[in-house]
């Protein structure tokens, strides 16, 4: 599903470099990151994602080469194809929850807004416990449910790659194993990749995988 190598990027002024040698995510597999605060996560899956360009190497995604697309494929490739859980929610403050979660289809012409896609929110919303609350707006929520709204955002396109940035930071720990339940089971539904990055270590035995970015460092270091 994943292939990455000799993937390069520093931000401008040179203060932070990321260098990943190789990395590999099968279809379907669900993987989980960890590693310090600082050491480029979050700037990974930006670029898994299209939102950073590559800086150099290869980004490929099921057999599509990010690494070379512009920026409006890259945007377009990334509404189709993948869902995103930001660490910082990024909803739409003017926009109830109801199209928070069905922001995706407003984006671009890519993807149909329908009756189905209407139902399929109304159902994720019930499955994180926001039935009640499709009407209210952002700052009507509590943290934990924004992160819930973020989450059925990222799943109402049914996409084949799933990137969670602290998916469950927000939340309680009653909520956290649900949430991670409602991620597996989207992902086995709809033979999607995950890729989590987490810095709950409870939550790791639950992945098929763990990748620690130290170990990048190391690699790159040697």
């Given at each position: 599903?994943?292939?990455?190598?000799?993937?390069?990027?520093?931000?401008?002024?040179?203060?932070?470099?990321?260098?990943?040698?190789?990395?590999?995510?099968?279809q379907g597999e669900r993987l989980a990151i960890v590693g310090p605060s600082g050491t480029g996560k979050t700037t990974l899956l930006n670029l898994l994602s299209g939102i950073v360009e590559v800086e150099s190497g290869v980004v490929d995604i099921a057999g599509s080469r990010v690494d070379r697309m512009s920026a409006t494929e890259r945007r377009a490739f990334r509404?189709?194809?993948?869902?995103?859980?930001?660490?910082?929610?990024?909803?739409?403050?003017?926009?109830?929850?109801?199209?928070?979660?069905?922001?995706p289809y407003r984006l671009s012409d890519v993807l149909r807004l329908d009756r189905e896609v209407r139902s399929r929110a109304e159902a994720l919303a019930g499955a994180v416990g926001l039935a009640d609350k499709l009407g209210r707006y952002p700052q009507a929520l509590s943290q934990g449910e924004k992160q819930r709204?973020?989450?059925?955002?990222?799943?109402?396109?049914?996409?084949?790659?799933?990137?969670?940035?602290?998916?469950?930071?927000?939340?309680?720990?009653?909520?956290?194993?649900?949430?991670?339940?409602?991620?597996?089971?989207?992902?086995?539904?709809?033979?999607?990749?995950?890729?989590?990055?987490?810095?709950?270590?409870e939550l790791l035995p639950r992945f098929d995988r763990v990748v620690d970015f130290l170990d990048f460092r190391a690699a790159a270091d040697a």
């Open positions: 599903m994943i292939a990455v190598s000799d993937l390069g990027f520093t931000y401008p002024g040179g203060a932070f470099h990321l260098t990943i040698p190789a990395l590999q995510v099968a509404i189709r194809q993948i869902g995103f859980v930001f660490q910082n929610f990024e909803l739409v403050e003017y926009l109830t929850v109801r199209d928070n979660i069905l922001y709204v973020a989450i059925c955002r990222a799943l109402i396109t049914q996409p084949r790659l799933l990137l969670a940035d602290e998916a469950t930071g927000n939340l309680d720990p009653a909520n956290k194993g649900a949430i991670l339940d409602l991620l597996f089971a989207q992902a086995k539904a709809h033979d999607a990749t995950l890729i989590a990055v987490t810095h709950d270590h």
